[in-house]
């Protein structure tokens, strides 16, 4: 049995009600159209100086950006297609897990890419061929610092530099630059390793190295965005605060869901039990102000026997 009537509000107190961009959602797009552009140039040189240097460590980096390009291009667009049809009503809720849908389909790519490397790299490992290291590491520094510029670039803005329910989007763009640093020292390691002991199988090792890291990010970044995707509760100290609010001495919640809208925004579907009439509007007066609760619905019921 339900206690309140659903309440008629005017129509134009729904405007923008499905727009759950994130904050930086302007800034975070035209960075990441300027590490395209950066970082497409630099995997170019990068794979023909490893192809012209003999160098499996340059080509495996050249392999591994050629996929973070992709990424961060994939990235840009979801940007720009979330800010496209940010006011659509066909997405009930609106755009903001664009740049979710975005980081899985990375993470993927980052996850194939790992498999590419580990085995060319394992091929020469067991065949080790002559490099060309001085022309090869002079290219891995230039292409270490092109990399470090682009994760600096596309580092989260500093008031959400430590939030959980930040950009995922933009941190994917930013753990794939991570992860190009991370294989460029690798390689550079891998590189001077070979030139300084005439370690031929060092180039391959480091190789090796870069795809296990380029996995873990992979794994990582699966995990974050799927989680999102299948709207697994994203907080539990914010669905306990949601519960605190609500329930009295005579009134519980006897049914709660919480799921993220977007980067910054969540949503709340509340069913709240009383001993007497509840008013659905003071529920939601009591829930008015926690942060990242952006669309709740509230149902009231008199508690009776075959409440649950």
Same mark, same amino acid.
């Given at each position: 049995?339900?206690? &309140? ?5 005017? +129509?134009?107190? @729904?405007? /923008?009600?499905?727009?759950? +961009?994130?904050?930086?959602?302007? %800034? ?9 552009? #950066? ?9 023909? $100086? ?58 993927? #790519?980052?996850?194939?890419?790992? #498999? ?5 790299? !394992? ?17 891995? !520094? #230039? ?5 470090? @510029? ?15 329910? /930040? ?16 294989? &460029?020292? +690798? ?6 390793? $070979? ?88 529920? %939601? ?6 942060? !990242?609760? &952006? ?5 009231? %019921?008199?508690? /009776?026997?075959?409440?649950?």
């Amino acid at each position: 049995m339900t206690a &309140s009537a659903p309440e008629t509000p005017p +129509l134009d107190a @729904f405007r /923008g009600d499905r727009v759950y +961009l994130g904050a930086d959602h302007a %800034r975070n797009e035209r960075r990441t159209w300027i590490a395209v552009g #950066v970082s497409l140039a630099t995997l170019t040189a990068q794979f023909v $100086g490893g192809l012209a240097f003999n160098s499996m460590a340059l080509v495996a980096n050249a392999l591994h950006m050629t996929a973070h390009v992709a990424a961060l291009a994939v990235a840009a667009l979801a940007y720009a297609v979330a800010r496209r049809y940010a006011d659509d009503p066909r997405f009930a809720f609106g755009t903001g897990k664009v740049g979710y849908l975005a980081g899985f389909a990375n993470a993927a #790519v980052l996850a194939v890419s790992a #498999v590419l490397i580990a085995v060319e790299s !394992g091929r020469r490992l067991l065949a080790p061929q002559d490099v060309h290291y001085d022309g090869a590491l002079g290219l891995a !520094g #230039v292409a270490l610092a092109v990399n470090i @510029f682009c994760m600096w670039l596309l580092r989260p803005a500093r008031s959400h530099a430590h939030d959980r329910d /930040g950009d995922l989007n933009l941190s994917a763009a930013h753990l794939h630059m991570a992860a190009d640093v991370a294989a &460029s020292v +690798l390689a550079i390691i891998g590189l001077g390793a $070979g030139r300084l002991l005439g370690w031929d199988q060092a180039d391959a090792v480091a190789g090796l190295a870069g795809a296990a890291l380029v996995a873990h990010f992979a794994w990582r970044l699966l995990s974050r965005a799927g989680a999102v995707l299948l709207d697994m509760n994203p907080s539990a100290e914010l669905t306990a605060e949601i519960r605190r609010r609500l329930e009295t001495e005579d009134a519980r919640v006897i049914d709660l869901h919480l799921w993220r809208l977007g980067p910054g925004h969540h949503a709340a579907v509340v069913v709240v039990a009383g001993e007497a009439a509840l008013r659905a509007e003071t529920c %939601r007066a009591r829930l008015a102000g926690l942060p !990242g609760l &952006s669309h709740v619905t509230v149902e009231t %019921r008199i508690a /009776g026997p075959d409440s649950r």
